[in-house]
Protein backbone atom coordinates (compact mmCIF):
# COMPACT_ATOMS: atom_id res chain seq x y z
CA UNK A 1 0.00 0.00 0.00
CA UNK A 2 2.81 2.29 0.87
CA UNK A 3 4.68 1.47 -2.06
CA UNK A 4 1.93 2.19 -4.38
CA UNK A 5 1.25 5.53 -2.40
CA UNK A 6 4.95 6.32 -2.83
CA UNK A 7 5.02 5.25 -6.90
CA UNK A 8 1.81 7.05 -7.44
CA UNK A 9 2.64 10.48 -5.51
CA UNK A 10 5.18 13.01 -6.32
CA UNK A 11 6.61 15.48 -4.27
CA UNK A 12 5.34 19.10 -4.95
CA UNK A 13 8.97 20.25 -4.17
CA UNK A 14 10.49 18.11 -6.96
CA UNK A 15 7.56 19.24 -9.46
CA UNK A 16 8.58 22.55 -8.79
CA UNK A 17 12.41 21.99 -9.01
CA UNK A 18 11.54 20.17 -12.40
CA UNK A 19 9.20 23.40 -13.64
CA UNK A 20 12.09 25.99 -12.92
CA UNK A 21 15.09 23.79 -14.78
CA UNK A 22 12.64 23.54 -18.03
CA UNK A 23 11.92 26.76 -17.59
CA UNK A 24 15.56 28.12 -17.17
CA UNK A 25 16.17 25.70 -20.43
CA UNK A 26 13.23 27.37 -22.46
CA UNK A 27 15.19 30.88 -21.38
CA UNK A 28 17.99 30.33 -23.07
CA UNK A 29 16.13 30.60 -26.45
CA UNK A 30 13.78 33.65 -25.83
CA UNK A 31 15.70 35.83 -23.04
CA UNK A 32 19.35 34.95 -23.47
CA UNK A 33 19.90 34.51 -26.94
CA UNK A 34 20.26 38.54 -27.94
CA UNK A 35 22.41 39.15 -24.29
CA UNK A 36 24.65 36.70 -25.12
CA UNK A 37 25.43 37.88 -28.98
CA UNK A 38 25.39 42.06 -28.10
CA UNK A 39 28.97 42.04 -26.75
CA UNK A 40 30.03 41.02 -30.39
CA UNK A 41 29.33 43.97 -31.48
CA UNK A 42 31.64 45.93 -29.03
CA UNK A 43 34.90 46.52 -29.95
CA UNK A 44 34.29 46.95 -34.08
CA UNK A 45 31.78 50.11 -32.73
CA UNK A 46 33.81 50.94 -29.97
CA UNK A 47 37.30 51.49 -32.02
CA UNK A 48 36.63 53.56 -34.71
CA UNK A 49 39.31 55.87 -36.73
CA UNK A 50 39.85 57.78 -34.24
CA UNK A 51 41.43 55.42 -31.73
CA UNK A 52 44.59 53.33 -32.56
CA UNK A 53 46.02 50.96 -30.79
CA UNK A 54 49.50 50.69 -28.80
CA UNK A 55 52.05 47.78 -28.28
CA UNK A 56 50.32 47.23 -24.53
CA UNK A 57 47.40 46.48 -25.36
CA UNK A 58 45.99 49.49 -22.70
CA UNK A 59 43.21 50.32 -25.35
CA UNK A 60 41.70 46.72 -25.63
CA UNK A 61 42.03 45.73 -22.11
CA UNK A 62 40.46 49.13 -21.37
CA UNK A 63 37.24 48.52 -23.67
CA UNK A 64 37.15 44.84 -22.52
CA UNK A 65 37.33 46.15 -19.02
CA UNK A 66 33.95 48.36 -19.77
CA UNK A 67 32.41 45.13 -21.22
CA UNK A 68 32.80 43.27 -18.04
CA UNK A 69 31.71 45.66 -15.56
CA UNK A 70 29.02 46.61 -17.55
CA UNK A 71 27.32 43.04 -17.80
CA UNK A 72 28.32 42.61 -14.47
CA UNK A 73 26.82 45.24 -13.06
CA UNK A 74 23.38 46.15 -15.41
CA UNK A 75 22.42 42.89 -16.13
CA UNK A 76 23.62 41.04 -13.35
CA UNK A 77 23.15 43.19 -10.51
CA UNK A 78 20.63 45.59 -11.00
CA UNK A 79 18.19 43.34 -13.49
CA UNK A 80 18.59 39.70 -11.78
CA UNK A 81 19.31 40.77 -8.16
CA UNK A 82 17.00 43.89 -7.59
CA UNK A 83 14.40 44.82 -10.76
CA UNK A 84 13.25 41.33 -10.89
CA UNK A 85 12.09 41.07 -7.72
CA UNK A 86 9.75 43.79 -8.34
CA UNK A 87 7.53 42.00 -10.13
CA UNK A 88 3.65 42.52 -10.32
CA UNK A 89 2.37 38.92 -9.22
CA UNK A 90 4.81 37.29 -11.50
CA UNK A 91 4.37 39.70 -14.22
CA UNK A 92 7.33 41.78 -15.98
CA UNK A 93 7.20 45.32 -18.25
CA UNK A 94 6.61 48.56 -17.67
CA UNK A 95 2.58 47.89 -17.46
CA UNK A 96 3.21 45.98 -14.99
CA UNK A 97 5.28 48.73 -12.94
CA UNK A 98 2.52 51.25 -13.37
CA UNK A 99 -0.48 48.47 -12.61
CA UNK A 100 1.71 47.72 -9.25
CA UNK A 101 2.12 51.34 -8.45
CA UNK A 102 -1.49 52.69 -9.28
CA UNK A 103 -2.57 49.62 -6.81
CA UNK A 104 -0.26 50.75 -3.89
CA UNK A 105 -0.72 54.63 -4.47
CA UNK A 106 -3.59 57.00 -6.19
CA UNK A 107 -2.14 58.14 -9.43
CA UNK A 108 -3.92 56.28 -11.96
CA UNK A 109 -5.65 58.30 -14.53
CA UNK A 110 -7.67 55.68 -15.24
CA UNK A 111 -10.49 53.67 -13.26
CA UNK A 112 -8.78 51.22 -10.75
CA UNK A 113 -10.13 49.46 -7.61
CA UNK A 114 -13.08 48.50 -9.14
CA UNK A 115 -15.44 46.02 -7.19
CA UNK A 116 -14.51 43.39 -10.39
CA UNK A 117 -11.29 43.84 -9.78
CA UNK A 118 -10.80 42.13 -6.08
CA UNK A 119 -12.59 39.19 -7.52
CA UNK A 120 -9.33 38.49 -9.71
CA UNK A 121 -6.40 36.37 -7.91
CA UNK A 122 -4.01 38.85 -9.32
CA UNK A 123 -5.19 41.69 -7.75
CA UNK A 124 -5.48 40.95 -3.86
CA UNK A 125 -3.29 42.89 -1.84
CA UNK A 126 -2.15 41.74 1.44
CA UNK A 127 -2.77 44.98 3.18
CA UNK A 128 -5.20 47.84 2.41
CA UNK A 129 -2.85 50.52 0.99
CA UNK A 130 -5.43 53.51 2.45
CA UNK A 131 -4.36 51.85 6.07
CA UNK A 132 -0.44 51.72 5.04
CA UNK A 133 1.33 54.79 6.52
CA UNK A 134 2.26 56.85 4.01
CA UNK A 135 5.77 57.29 2.43
CA UNK A 136 6.65 60.87 1.15
CA UNK A 137 7.26 59.94 -2.13
CA UNK A 138 3.67 58.21 -2.35
CA UNK A 139 2.31 61.52 -0.65
CA UNK A 140 3.90 63.68 -3.41
CA UNK A 141 2.87 61.72 -5.98
CA UNK A 142 -0.73 61.48 -4.97
CA UNK A 143 -0.89 65.22 -3.98
CA UNK A 144 0.46 66.76 -7.64
CA UNK A 145 -2.05 66.12 -10.47
CA UNK A 146 0.91 66.32 -13.07
CA UNK A 147 3.04 64.06 -11.71
CA UNK A 148 -0.03 61.60 -12.54
CA UNK A 149 0.39 62.53 -16.50
CA UNK A 150 3.81 62.70 -16.53
CA UNK A 151 4.16 58.80 -15.09
CA UNK A 152 1.61 57.92 -17.60
CA UNK A 153 3.78 59.25 -20.26
CA UNK A 154 6.78 57.93 -19.07
CA UNK A 155 5.33 54.41 -19.23
CA UNK A 156 4.11 54.90 -22.69
CA UNK A 157 7.81 55.88 -23.75
CA UNK A 158 9.06 52.94 -22.20
CA UNK A 159 6.93 50.59 -23.68
CA UNK A 160 7.12 52.56 -27.48
CA UNK A 161 11.10 52.01 -26.68
CA UNK A 162 10.66 48.36 -25.71
CA UNK A 163 8.55 47.95 -28.82
CA UNK A 164 10.99 49.32 -31.40
CA UNK A 165 14.04 47.94 -29.77
CA UNK A 166 11.81 44.80 -30.53
CA UNK A 167 11.64 45.19 -33.71
CA UNK A 168 14.79 47.00 -34.99
CA UNK A 169 16.71 44.42 -32.85
CA UNK A 170 16.32 41.28 -34.75
CA UNK A 171 16.94 43.12 -38.10
CA UNK A 172 20.33 44.52 -37.08
CA UNK A 173 21.23 40.70 -35.89
CA UNK A 174 20.11 39.24 -38.87
CA UNK A 175 21.50 41.88 -41.51
CA UNK A 176 24.85 41.40 -39.45
CA UNK A 177 25.06 37.60 -39.73
CA UNK A 178 23.91 37.78 -43.41
CA UNK A 179 26.52 40.12 -44.02
CA UNK A 180 29.44 38.04 -43.22
CA UNK A 181 28.57 36.01 -46.72
CA UNK A 182 30.95 38.85 -48.47
CA UNK A 183 33.95 36.96 -47.65
CA UNK A 184 32.49 34.21 -50.05
CA UNK A 185 30.49 36.01 -52.51
CA UNK A 186 31.42 38.31 -55.03
CA UNK A 187 30.61 42.39 -54.61
CA UNK A 188 27.57 42.10 -57.18
CA UNK A 189 26.34 38.95 -55.96
CA UNK A 190 26.72 39.89 -52.32
CA UNK A 191 25.03 43.46 -53.34
CA UNK A 192 21.70 41.56 -54.30
CA UNK A 193 22.01 38.57 -51.65
CA UNK A 194 21.74 39.96 -48.56
CA UNK A 195 18.91 41.81 -48.12
CA UNK A 196 16.75 39.52 -49.59
CA UNK A 197 18.56 36.33 -47.65
CA UNK A 198 17.73 38.89 -44.34
CA UNK A 199 14.41 39.12 -45.46
CA UNK A 200 13.12 35.75 -45.68
CA UNK A 201 15.16 34.99 -42.63
CA UNK A 202 13.16 37.29 -40.42
CA UNK A 203 9.60 35.92 -42.07
CA UNK A 204 10.48 32.52 -40.89
CA UNK A 205 11.31 33.76 -37.56
CA UNK A 206 8.33 35.94 -37.00
CA UNK A 207 6.31 33.13 -38.21
CA UNK A 208 7.31 31.05 -35.43
CA UNK A 209 5.82 33.20 -32.98
CA UNK A 210 2.30 31.51 -33.32
CA UNK A 211 3.64 28.57 -31.85
CA UNK A 212 4.10 30.47 -28.56
CA UNK A 213 6.71 31.02 -26.26
CA UNK A 214 6.67 27.29 -24.79
CA UNK A 215 7.50 25.55 -28.41
CA UNK A 216 9.69 29.10 -29.78
CA UNK A 217 11.62 28.42 -26.47
CA UNK A 218 12.17 24.87 -26.98
CA UNK A 219 13.57 25.47 -30.42
CA UNK A 220 16.12 27.84 -29.96
CA UNK A 221 17.24 27.03 -26.51
CA UNK A 222 19.69 24.23 -27.87
CA UNK A 223 20.84 26.63 -30.65
CA UNK A 224 21.89 29.48 -28.16
CA UNK A 225 23.05 26.99 -25.87
CA UNK A 226 25.65 25.49 -28.89
CA UNK A 227 26.57 29.03 -29.79
CA UNK A 228 27.08 29.81 -25.71
CA UNK A 229 29.61 26.37 -25.79
CA UNK A 230 31.02 27.13 -29.36
CA UNK A 231 32.29 30.85 -28.12
CA UNK A 232 33.07 29.37 -24.49
CA UNK A 233 35.58 26.95 -26.10
CA UNK A 234 37.42 29.55 -28.88
CA UNK A 235 37.48 31.90 -26.45
CA UNK A 236 39.32 29.98 -23.58
CA UNK A 237 41.49 28.63 -26.39
CA UNK A 238 42.24 32.16 -27.94
CA UNK A 239 43.45 33.00 -24.32
CA UNK A 240 45.31 30.13 -23.69
CA UNK A 241 47.23 30.21 -27.04
CA UNK A 242 47.31 33.84 -27.34
CA UNK A 243 47.43 36.11 -23.89
CA UNK A 244 46.75 34.53 -21.37
CA UNK A 245 47.29 38.59 -19.45
CA UNK A 246 43.94 38.75 -20.88
CA UNK A 247 42.62 38.50 -16.98
CA UNK A 248 44.41 41.90 -15.96
CA UNK A 249 41.38 43.44 -17.97
CA UNK A 250 39.10 42.68 -14.70
CA UNK A 251 41.08 45.24 -13.21
CA UNK A 252 38.80 48.42 -13.54
CA UNK A 253 42.42 51.00 -13.38
CA UNK A 254 41.99 50.05 -16.95
CA UNK A 255 39.10 51.91 -17.87
CA UNK A 256 40.33 55.34 -16.17
CA UNK A 257 43.55 54.39 -18.42
CA UNK A 258 41.56 53.87 -21.40
CA UNK A 259 39.33 57.35 -20.82
CA UNK A 260 42.55 59.00 -20.19
CA UNK A 261 44.64 57.73 -22.46
CA UNK A 262 42.08 58.66 -25.40
CA UNK A 263 40.25 61.82 -24.10
CA UNK A 264 37.52 63.04 -26.11
CA UNK A 265 37.53 59.81 -28.57
CA UNK A 266 37.25 57.59 -25.54
CA UNK A 267 34.17 59.23 -24.24
CA UNK A 268 32.34 59.50 -27.66
CA UNK A 269 33.39 55.68 -28.12
CA UNK A 270 31.08 54.92 -24.81
CA UNK A 271 28.14 54.64 -26.90
CA UNK A 272 29.43 51.52 -28.14
CA UNK A 273 30.48 49.61 -25.52
CA UNK A 274 26.41 49.86 -24.61
CA UNK A 275 26.07 47.80 -27.31
CA UNK A 276 27.20 44.71 -24.81
CA UNK A 277 24.09 44.82 -22.64
CA UNK A 278 21.45 44.94 -25.15
CA UNK A 279 18.72 42.23 -24.55
CA UNK A 280 19.06 42.92 -20.60
CA UNK A 281 15.54 44.50 -20.60
CA UNK A 282 14.18 41.48 -22.24
CA UNK A 283 14.94 39.41 -18.88
CA UNK A 284 12.50 41.76 -16.75
CA UNK A 285 10.41 42.16 -20.32
CA UNK A 286 9.63 38.33 -20.70
CA UNK A 287 9.03 37.46 -16.82
CA UNK A 288 5.62 36.35 -17.52
CA UNK A 289 6.83 33.72 -19.65
CA UNK A 290 9.15 32.20 -16.96
CA UNK A 291 10.22 33.07 -13.61
CA UNK A 292 12.17 34.75 -11.62
CA UNK A 293 13.92 31.69 -10.39
CA UNK A 294 14.49 30.12 -14.21
CA UNK A 295 16.23 33.40 -15.25
CA UNK A 296 18.47 33.64 -11.94
CA UNK A 297 19.18 30.07 -12.55
CA UNK A 298 21.35 30.70 -16.21
CA UNK A 299 23.27 33.48 -14.74
Avoid at 37 to 63: C, M, R, W
Avoid at 99 to 123: F, G, K, M, W
Avoid at 200 to 205: E, K, M, P, R, T
Amino acid sequence: MDLEFGRGMRSPQRDSWKTTMVLAYQSLGVVYGDLSISPLYVFKSTFAEDIQHSDTNEEIFGVLSFVFWTLTLIPLIKYVSIVLRAHDNGEGGTFALYSLICRHANVSLLPNRQIADEELSTYKLERNPETVDKTRVKVWLEKHKNLHTALLIMVLIGTCMVIGDGVLTPAISVFSAVSGLEFSLSKDHHEYAVIPITCVILAFLFALQHFGTHRVGFIFAPIVLAWLLCMSALGLYNIIHWNPHVYQALNPYYMFKFLKKTRKYGWMSLGGILLCMTGSEAMFADLGHFSYSAIQVNC
